[in-house]
Nanobody, 116 residues
Framework: QVQLVESGGDLVQPGGSLRLSCAAS????????MGWYRQAPGKQRELVAS????????NYPDSVKGRFTISRDNAKNTVYLQMNSLKPEDTAVYYC?????????WGQGTQVTVSS
């Protein structure tokens, strides 16, 4: 019911920055919280950031807190992830997520590689 398309992944040097975007379409009216997850090779998928629909309450794990910022533009049906001070450990496929109860939707993922 909800389709998500991520963009913005790239190869960057440690300490660099990237801004990811995720555009939603379909049953947009039902979307509540949106978020970003990532999965590195051989590791479990983990939450990177989330943001609620109208109150814009955000949540971050300690691993990215202070470096990443999630935001959303409901008029554009788009959620963003600003990533600063990137580390090699941030290398992963980043997935956009949308909760539209009782469903959860996922994007196709975008590759972020942090390396010298």
């Amino acid at each position: 019911q909800v389709q998500l398309v991520e963009s913005g992944g790239d190869l960057v040097q440690p300490g660099g920055s990237l801004r990811l975007s995720c555009a939603a379409s379909g049953s947009i009216f039902s979307i509540g919280t949106m978020g970003w997850y990532r999965q590195a090779p051989g590791k479990q998928r983990e939450l990177v950031a989330s943001i609620t629909r109208s109150a814009y309450i955000t949540n971050y794990p300690d691993s990215v807190k202070g470096r990443f910022t999630i935001s959303r533009d409901n008029a554009k049906n788009t959620v963003y992830l600003q990533m600063n001070s990137l580390k090699p450990e941030d290398t992963a496929v980043y997935y956009c997520n949308a909760v539209s109860p009782p469903f959860v939707s996922w994007g196709q993922g975008t590759q972020v590689t942090v390396s010298s």
